[in-house]
């Protein structure tokens, strides 16, 4: 956010001198996805540091249509020889903190200052502003609708009867304006995460995406839950089934498996997977946890 692209191109020459990667968050998801997609693939062009575009998507009714735009700007980049991958994941829906669709100025001085302003009339008023028809760049330069954004979690229990309400049902509720509302939401953590952050995704693509609209022949969708990112990541004894390589290994039946988990209860287990091994021990045996816990951090190898 507070680096401009020359910044970046010295940046990601240090990281591909390393053997390394280029992973971002661009600067827009929303009315300047496609410049800052641009942006990206110029500095990967620049620097000759791979590119990995995280959670690539035109979001937002500004983007409508312009999907095949972004595919051609990056099928155009690895023809001229850049270095490209790029995931998605299955849902409409993202996953953030309620403060990152802040403005960028808001933040500045820190937590503490952010929250002097929250209590000031005349900043809240300018955040309201920016937030609500201006277009904030912390919600990508797109006025927020306030019934797309959804609570997952809370700190304070007191804020408990509010998980899994949108913003405008609280303020229809209480009389209020959206833009006053304050909570917190989180990814994988809260009593209502995303599904996509929980245990949703995977199967979800092997359900629908595979079986049902026939999108993805079963070997590509598994190759690209396994050994495409592993290639990425550079984990050299992960993401295949040969000699040598960590037993890390999911058995699930391909015409019943598919995701449970829903907005309104994301913690639901998937169907059609009976058996989970991690480095060669069982933690899933008939659909029911081991209570093993044989999992580690990894770390990329040089």
Known sequence: M????????????VVAAHGGYHSPHHRSYGRDALAAYAEMIEVSRRSSCPLHLAHTMMNFPDNA?????????????LSDGCDISMDSYPYTAGSTTLAALLPSWAAEGGPQALIDRLQDLPARMRLRRDLEERGSDGCHGVPVDWSTVRISGVRDPANQPYVGATLADLAAREGRAAGTCTSTCSSATGSAPHASSTWGTFPRLLGRYVRALNLLTLEECVAKMTSRPARRLGLATRGLVKPGYLADLVL?????????????????????????MVAGTWVIDEGRPTGARPGRSVRRLR
């Open 252 to 276: 699930f039946d391909p015409e019943t498996v598919g995701e449970v988990a829903t907005y309104d209860e994301p913690r639901r287990p998937p169907r059609g997977i009976p058996f989970v």
């Open 65 to 77: 249509g312009r999907a095949a735009d972004l595919l051609r700007l990056i099928d155009d980049a």
């Open 2 to 13: 507070y680096a401009d692209t020359e910044e970046l191109v010295e940046l990601c020459r």
